[in-house]
């Protein structure tokens, strides 16, 4: 596809389960980037991929949130033990590392934890 | 990154021109102007980005004043599709060897009426 995929669009899991949130960037953007976003807040940074390494994952807010990216193009946000606060749309995005472009976002996941 | 204040919202009536600022008084001589914006239910879009000279694109342009402590976003012709939440973000380059992403505050909420 011509922009970032995200899947699933929606997730409802309940509380202590385990979730898995994925991101297809746009191929050939060698950085991808994790965001959160609460409702009425702007995305939260979580983690930012350069490559297959993660480049900054200062974001994390605790243990409990992991993410992969193998191969350089596929990511998958791990979250474990998840908590109601949790709750949020977890958005991706991809560009090119340079010159300083543009970042391009998924539609986000809506993860709900009941 | 250097921190951002924006309006919390703007209306502008549907034809005229929307000129949304953004006020960056701690940035850094090696950090960049951008602006996104986010309509309802989507992820972020990128608009425009500019380090000292203004610039201008397809969809908007940027005004950065020569101290470059503030900016103005300005979309010349408002329709009810620019209804949507505006984030200015100062960010350094990336490829500088430092971290690369986005940092969003709560952005202006800009209503074009009829």
């Known amino acids: 596809g011509a922009g970032v995929s995200q899947t699933p669009s929606n997730k409802v899991t309940e509380k202590g389960k385990y979730v898995e949130l994925r991101c297809d960037p746009i191929s050939g953007h060698t950085a991808l980037y994790w965001y959160r976003q609460s409702l009425g807040q702007g995305p939260e940074f979580l983690i930012y991929f350069q490559g297959t390494g993660a480049a900054d994952d200062s974001g994390l807010p605790n243990d409990r949130f992991f993410a992969v990216r193998p191969e350089g193009s596929v990511s998958t946000l791990k979250i474990q033990r998840t908590e109601r606060g949790d709750s949020a749309v977890y958005l991706c995005?991809?560009?090119?590392?340079?010159?300083?472009?543009?970042?391009?976002f998924g539609q986000g996941t809506r993860l709900t934890v009941v | 990154d250097a921190k951002t204040t924006q309006p919390p919202s703007m209306d502008c009536a549907e034809g005229r021109a929307a000129n949304l600022p953004c006020n960056h008084s701690t940035i850094s001589g090696n950090e960049y102007v951008y602006w996104y914006r986010q309509i309802h239910s989507q992820g972020p879009q990128y608009i425009i980005h500019g380090l000292k000279n203004n610039e201008t694109n397809e969809m908007a342009s940027l005004i950065i004043t020569e101290d470059r402590k503030s900016s103005t976003l300005i979309l010349p012709h408002a329709t009810l599709r620019d209804t949507a939440v505006y984030y200015c973000i100062v960010r350094v380059a990336p490829g500088t060897g430092t971290a690369s992403k986005l940092t969003f505050g709560t952005g202006t909420r800009l209503q074009v009426t009829l």
């Open positions: 995005a991809s560009s090119f590392r340079d010159p300083p472009t543009e970042a391009f």
